[in-house]
């Protein structure tokens, strides 16, 4: 055991509970272990594919270099495969069974069709199994396609260029205009991996808000009809509000992720900044936009910060640890038979008994 040992000691056992910053000191582990994270999610074993995803994050948390398995100690959260793959990793460089995946027709396969907006590992699977290999498959084949993915494809070398933190902010100028002509006084605020300090992302998230509640009501369609009569929708899809207070709280481990704000997926078209575009003049970028009242405003901020997995150990601590039932609408307690109201995000973490983990922080 080395002098670094136990590297892990003092590590809390639920994401939420530490600070992971984006940069991190074991990229090539976490890399390996969230391929096979990524595979088996592809295989549908979301058990597996979640304790790979937890190692990796526990990984991310460490404050340095992982040199030896031992240094580890006993570390929650990491079982006995991934600390197999750690160990490949830390003496050969690689892991021969993450190196097999990468190279796999399977894996390969489904990460191309996946990369399509709106097609989703069943879709993905399936179209697998039919033998489909390539995206010119698709269209020899005359797959059957939605809007949304006959979009993704068009759309596909640009949606999966990185966004450019500068490309996001023009995309947030763009929208705050659009608001600004419907809605004096509303709020668009950039969400997601951008603010927790990432300088690309796949998309943009941006969350809309008014200082009075109510006033947001009808905002989205209003700004997107108005954007897309301007040229600068190439696609988007809506959805209501259909989140209802007095329908209580969500059953914890009913739906996880998506919630039930109004809300719009679409693809902005972006003139071209810089030499990356200026040859096309301009490129597809996959855009997110969800209108909270101002009363549920922290709950999505929060909710749509991420990461993922930062999210999931939220609502797993509140769940486990507090009776409580966290979304991105409200907080509700379970014990108390009441909803804890909450005016910024720290607010949240304090229900909670948590300390404040800064978005910056929640990379995990
Ligand atoms: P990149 O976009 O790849 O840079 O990473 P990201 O972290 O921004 O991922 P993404 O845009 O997919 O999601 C941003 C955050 O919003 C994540 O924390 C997700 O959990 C959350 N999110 C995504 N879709 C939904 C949804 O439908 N409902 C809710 N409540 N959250 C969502
Ligand atoms: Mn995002
Ligand atoms: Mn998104």
Redesign the pocket.
């Known amino acids: 055991v080395s002098a670094l040992a136990p590297l892990g000691q003092q590590m809390a056992p639920y994401a939420c509970q530490r600070r992971t910053p984006l940069l991190h000191s074991n990229q090539p582990l976490t890399e390996a272990l969230e391929t096979l994270a990524e595979d088996a999610g592809f295989s549908g074993s979301e058990g597996r594919s979640l304790a790979f995803t937890r190692a990796a994050s526990v990984l991310k948390a460490l404050p340095g270099r992982l040199s030896a398995l031992e240094e580890l100690g006993p570390l929650p959260g990491i079982g006995e495969h991934s600390r197999r793959v750690i160990q490949d990793v830390l003496e050969d460089g690689v892991s021969v069974e993450v190196e097999r995946v990468k190279l796999s027709e399977r894996y390969r396969t489904m990460k191309l069709f996946t990369k399509i907006f709106g097609v989703g590992v069943r879709t993905a699977s399936r179209w697998y199994q039919e033998g489909l290999r390539t995206l010119v498959d698709l269209q020899e084949r005359n797959t059957k396609l939605t809007r949304q993915q006959q979009a993704g494809l068009r759309h596909y070398e640009d949606l999966n260029t990185p966004v450019e933190r500068g490309e996001a902010e023009s995309i947030g100028r763009m929208v705050q205009e659009a608001v600004q002509r419907f809605l004096p006084g509303a709020s668009v605020t950039l ?4 603010r ?1 300090g ?1 300088p ?4 943009v ?1 941006l969350l809309l808000t008014h200082p009075e509640a109510g006033r947001e009501a009808g905002l989205l369609s209003r700004v997107v009809s108005w954007l897309d009569s301007q040229g600068l929708i190439l696609y988007q899809h809506s959805q209501e509000n259909s989140f209802a207070l007095h329908e209580g709280p969500e059953p914890p481990g009913g739906r996880d ?3 039930r704000f109004e ?1 719009c997926f679409s693809i902005f078209r972006l003139e071209a900044q810089g030499r990356l575009g200026a040859a096309r003049g301009w490129k597809a970028v996959r855009v ?1 936009l969800v209108v909270a009242p101002v009363g549920q405003f922290p709950f999505a901020l929060l ?6 997995h ?2 999931r150990e939220l609502r797993r601590f509140a769940g486990h640890e507090r009776k409580m039932v966290l ?2 609408h409200t907080l509700y307690d379970t014990r108390l038979n009441l909803f804890l109201p909450a005016a910024s995000e720290e607010e949240i973490f304090q229900h909670l008994g948590l300390e404040y983990v800064p978005p910056t922080q929640r990379n995990a």
């Open positions: 969400a997601g991996g951008f927790r990432k690309h992302g796949h998309d998230d992720v998506l919630d809300r997110d909710g749509w910060t991420g990461s993922r930062f999210e979304n991105s």
